[in-house]
């Protein structure tokens, strides 16, 4: 472990993920010790167009006693390259590679025996889907999923017919910039440049995010159907969403009270879809990233986060 760019008490840890076809590729490993140490550790992966900066949230679970552990994932933040495609995919599965490295230091080299994986939208989807695929190893203890992104928030004929044909042309021309952008009004609700109250890395994080590119949105769509087809993760999930959606193109002040990025209606479609033992906790107020809502939101969420995890430890192996 090196210093991190967050300063003491954060490490970091670059896994060295071999070559392809843009070159050199790496992950980071984030750590943040608890001071009265468990044996219980969290894997935290970021979303699309994010890093992991929520260092609230590793406080939170570091004075529970949890070791706190985040995985910059292949092109993003600290692990993205001057070569490289920022946020770039062809099969989510690309990622298992680094969530299999990080959760073998997690448990062996640190000696955990309880570890927890949580992601946030996209990162919600990809530990999802690698749970699923590891669900034989025993690999995790339990899921926490944060808003996480299930299905295109966008209408019908955009989310099947028209994705369709851009997962296609991903296919032939993966890195084609196709139109399915984020827009600027979620980035402007966070930053406190803007609307929000955090402060982060804009090169890492831009408000507009990094350009849609034809083969990321292909493997997006594929482990979409992947998962809305079942899953059968054998860990219990605490699913958590907003209560409501905010599907503006411009700035309102119903953006910082709802998730301005995704159809949190299709988290709790498709919830049941995980497995057998699914938790869903909904918050009234809440962002897309639950964790960066208002205060009393932020409460909560934590709050249920707690309660949840300790019920998980208490659950016979």
């Avoid at 935290?44 to 552990?69: C, I, S």
């Avoid at 408000?207 to 493997?219: E, H, M, Q, T």
Wanted: hydrophobic letters at 40%; a neutral charge; charged letters at 25%.
């Amino acid at each position: 472990m090196e210093p991190d760019v967050l300063g003491p008490p954060y490490e970091r840890q670059t896994i060295d993920l071999g070559t392809d076809d843009e070159g050199p590729v790496v992950a980071t490993l984030v750590r943040r010790r608890a001071e009265r140490p468990t044996g219980r550790a969290v894997l935290y992966v970021h979303g699309f167009v994010d890093y992991f900066f929520q260092t609230h949230l590793a406080d939170f679970f570091a004075e529970r006693g949890w070791d706190f552990y985040a995985l910059d994932l292949r092109k993003y933040g600290r692990s993205l390259l001057p070569h490289q495609t920022p946020n770039f995919c062809q099969d989510i599965s690309d990622y298992f590679p680094e969530l299999d490295a990080a959760a073998e230091i997690i448990r062996k080299d640190d000696g955990h025996d309880t570890l927890l994986a949580m992601g946030h939208s996209t990162g919600g989807l990809i530990i999802s889907l690698w749970a699923d695929a590891r669900r034989d190893a025993g690999t995790v203890d339990g899921l926490v999923l944060n808003s996480p992104f299930f299905d295109l928030n966008a209408p019908w004929a955009v989310r099947r017919p028209l994705a369709a044909a851009v997962s296609r042309l991903g296919r032939r021309a993966p890195h084609r910039i196709v139109p399915f952008g984020l827009g600027t009004v979620y980035g402007e609700s966070l930053h406190a440049d803007h609307r929000g109250e955090w402060t982060y890395d804009l090169a890492w994080k831009p408000l507009a995010g990094f350009p849609v590119r034809a083969g990321w949105l292909n493997a997006i769509r594929t482990g979409q159907r992947r998962l809305r087809a079942g899953l059968d993760i054998p860990v219990p999930v605490l699913l958590a969403c907003s209560t409501r959606s905010f599907r503006g193109t411009r700035w309102h002040d119903n953006a910082s009270l709802a998730d301005a990025v995704l159809d949190v209606e299709h988290m709790v479609r498709y919830a049941p879809r995980l497995g057998r033992h699914v938790t869903l906790a909904r918050f009234d107020g809440g962002l897309h990233d639950l964790t960066l809502s208002g205060p009393a939101v932020r409460r909560k969420v934590f709050d249920e986060v707690g309660r949840w995890a300790d019920l998980v430890e208490d659950l016979p192996a």
